[in-house]
């Protein structure tokens, strides 16, 4: 028996031992097991009721569940409530995302729940159940989205290989759409990309090299020049070259080497170009350029030529002519037959350099 004097140490100390939390269900920390369903458990502390803690511990079960899929929710989840022989019953279908597709999550169950007082509030638990058929058709969608994503990414390979960078970029966009932002992996049929994991990140360092290539590429400039005489080929100078190399390196943009084909300069001057010559590929722009001159006719000692030009800008990504522009026929004379030839094809440079460096900035 205790003396007198330590009765009331006894009681202070008896009086401030903290009570113990309240044991939670037997089915949070042991799940069921069916071959039917899944489960999944979540629980909450200290809410100020037990309805709050009832909901927080759904919450939590129903992120477990997303969690599990490998889901992001994209919006609140539609619950329905109903009493069928004197038992309630809550079920919910919930829109998530899955492997960058919608999908909604259906026949979700509140299979039970149980709120708890303890010293600091409320404690909720809650156990919801999900039909495995509805899992399995869930994945089965997610996977065949999976595979579609590593088919545009073999794609936007091939198109970068074959110098197509905007439509490499555009497969590579749909790719990483089709992936969205689960990082939950599902297998791929591929030895090199054997989950969607690799292949993302395969489609992120793909897609950095080809904006790097593409913006060096939009760069680079190639050159086409020809000289009509009375409407045929004629050798132009060289001195007419170098002003329209320089017009382009004016605009700050890099010259491609090489001499560009007298087909491919035809084709763009007439509105097309789609079907570029080879090494072409590997530039922003070409550039195609035409000088003529027409004889006029001679008049006592001197000669007389009309000069005039054009040029067009094909932009090789899209396509398309981007500029053109055209050097007015302007009379020329000179004594010489062959040099009212030359005079003329300088006074469409002249005209024509300008612009371009105008057009290309």
């Not at 004016?250 to 080497?257: I, K, R, T, Y």
Request: glycine share 8%; proline share 6%.
């Amino acid at each position: 028996m205790l003396p007198r004097s330590l009765l009331p140490l006894c009681l202070v100390a008896c009086a401030a031992a903290p009570r113990p939390p309240p044991p939670a269900p037997a089915w949070f920390d042991k799940l069921p097991e069916s071959r039917e369903s899944l489960y999944f458990s979540g629980s909450a502390s200290a809410a100020p009721s037990p309805e709050r803690a009832r909901e927080l511990a759904f919450q939590k079960a129903m992120s477990a569940l997303v969690t599990f899929v490998g889901a992001r929710v994209r919006s609140d989840f539609n619950s329905f409530e109903r009493e069928q022989n004197g038992v309630h019953e809550q079920s919910v279908d919930l829109v998530v995302e899955v492997a960058g597709e919608e999908q909604t999550l259906r026949g979700v169950r509140l299979k039970d729940s149980a709120t708890l007082e303890s010293g600091a509030g409320w404690d909720g638990y809650a156990l919801i159940e999900w039909p495995k058929r509805e899992r399995e058709a869930v994945m089965a969608a997610a996977q065949a989205r999976a595979q579609r994503a590593l088919e545009l990414y073999r794609q936007a390979e091939q198109a970068r290989r074959s110098g197509d960078l905007g439509s490499a970029l555009e497969g590579l966009k749909n790719t990483l759409d089709l992936l969205g932002a689960s990082r939950a992996p599902l297998p791929l049929p591929d030895p090199e990309l054997s989950s969607t994991e690799t292949l993302r990140a395969a489609a992120l360092s793909l897609r950095d090299r080809v904006e790097s290539e593409r913006a060096a590429k939009k760069k680079r400039c190639a050159l086409g020049l020809r000289c009509l005489r009375d409407g045929a080929a004629s050798p132009c100078r060289s001195e007419h070259l170098a002003a329209f190399e320089g017009s382009i390196t004016e605009a700050g943009l890099a010259l491609a080497p090489g001499p560009i084909g007298a087909q491919s300069i035809a084709a763009i001057l007439e509105g097309g170009g789609q079907s570029l010559g080879p090494g072409l590929e590997s530039v922003g722009c070409v550039v195609a350029v035409e000088l003529s001159s027409e004889t006029l006719g001679k008049v006592g000692p001197f000669f007389y030529a009309r000069g005039s030009g054009r040029l067009a800008i094909f932009d090789v990504e899209s396509r398309q002519i981007r500029k053109t522009a055209q050097a007015k026929p302007d009379k020329v004379g000179h004594i010489s037959e062959d040099q009212v030839a030359e005079k003329g094809y300088q006074q469409a440079e002249k005209a024509l350099a300008p612009e371009l460096a105008r057009a290309l900035r």
